[in-house]
Nanobody, 121 residues
């Protein structure tokens, strides 16, 4: 079982930067994918970035060139560095972990509680 806790969200002016953190507790298996999602008011949750343990990274078109996802496996922490922020980036940002656990546990998906990012004009 895994718990995820996001932090770092705050109010920031357009053009500013933020670094979000997601700390995990519990057992993280070798084959896993960490991702950041976000959900703005009245909109569906969307994928922002993914990072596999093998190093494969993917970004949504809306954040390419402005965001960088990284992970520290020793600290069980994943980061999302966000630069040149726009008002459209305003959303609740969620950390997501996908992994295949041993025996009957099987494939599992975990979510954090979310952290609010607000970008003012």
């Amino acid at each position: 079982q895994v718990q995820l806790v996001e932090s770092g969200g705050r109010l920031v002016q357009a053009g500013g930067s933020l670094r979000l953190s997601c700390s995990a507790s519990g057992t993280i298996v070798s084959a896993n994918t960490i991702a950041w999602y976000r959900q703005a008011p009245g909109k569906q949750r969307e994928l922002v970035a993914t990072f596999t343990k093998s190093g494969r990274i993917n970004y949504a078109d809306s954040v390419k060139g402005r965001c960088t996802i990284s992970r520290d496996n020793a600290k069980k922490t994943v980061y999302l560095q966000m630069n040149s922020l726009k008002p459209e980036d305003t959303a609740v940002y969620y950390c997501n972990l996908q992994q295949n656990e041993p025996y009957e546990l099987g494939y599992r998906v975990y979510w954090g509680q979310g952290t609010q990012v607000t970008v003012s004009s």
